[in-house]
T-cell receptor, first 111, second 114 residues
Framework: RKEVEQDPGPFNVPEGATVAFNCTYS??????FFWYRQDCRKEPKLLMSVYSSGNEDGRFTAQLNRASQYISLLIRDSKLSDSATYLC????????????FGTGTQLKVEL | GAVVSQHPSRVICKSGTSVKIECRSL??????MFWYRQFPKQSLMLMAT?????????EQGVEKDKFLINHASLTLSTLTVTSAHPEDSSFYIC??????????FGPGTRLTVL
């Protein structure tokens, strides 16, 4: 089983749609969780951290379910500029502040 | 946010040559830097963790003698791919961590070995 699993997509959605991505992680001791965005041939950029209480940043909402080892990202009112690959990222703990990346979910927002 | 630079952004070299990639934190001191590699349509894979003034810690399966890492100062880490071969062609990305837990990524270096 992969440490971090995501549906690779692509998710093709019309502009204005709401889209949700899911991610599962295998290490129950994982300490912190993030969503990164990666545009084609570019470096990943931090979108938001994910907290157990859930957190929202504008059109983006992230949720964490530790019992199910599940993380989600909801994007409302999708924009063309949201088209990118969304990476689920987990800090598995154990010191060293390493990050484990999922393979990413590709989103394409269309007119 | 914090800025991390990488140089060069792109390099094409012949098989057997060595390539050095620099990673710099421009506006903060990075106690730890990380080197990743990403092949097409795959996730970022951590290669090694570099702490200033000490030897790098390599992930399983990464040859330390082939991928030489030097973290000589709090703002600079270098990765040297020695005797590069076509299978080393990849997107190499560094990240830097300062006093907080957040990692800031460099723009990446695309290496093509002919």
């Amino acid at each position: 089983r992969k440490e971090v699993e995501q549906d690779p997509g692509p998710f093709n959605v019309p502009e204005g749609a709401t889209v949700a991505f899911n991610c599962t992680y295998s290490n129950s001791a994982s300490q912190s969780f993030f969503w990164y965005r990666q545009d084609c041939r570019k470096e990943p950029k931090l979108l938001m951290s994910v907290y157990s209480s859930g957190n929202e940043d504008g059109r983006f909402t992230a949720q964490l379910n530790r019992a199910s080892q599940y993380i989600s990202l909801l994007i409302r009112d999708s924009k063309l500029s949201d088209s990118a690959t969304y990476l689920c990222v987990v800090n598995p703990g154990g010191g060293g502040n390493k990050l484990t990346f999922g393979t990413g979910t590709q989103l394409k927002v269309e007119l | 946010g914090a800025v991390v630079s990488q140089h060069p952004s792109r390099v094409i070299c012949k098989s057997g040559t060595s390539v050095k990639i620099e990673c710099r934190s421009l506006d903060f001191q990075a106690t730890t830097m990380f080197w990743y590699r990403q092949f097409p349509k795959q996730s970022l894979m951590l290669m090694a963790t570099s702490n200033e003034g000490s030897k790098a810690t390599y992930e399983q399966g990464v040859e330390k003698d082939k991928f030489l890492i030097n973290h000589a100062s709090l703002t600079l880490s270098t990765l040297t791919v020695t005797s590069a071969h076509p299978e080393d062609s990849s997107f190499y990305i560094c990240s830097a961590r300062g006093s907080s837990d957040t990692q800031y990524f460099g723009p990446g270096t695309r290496l093509t070995v002919l």
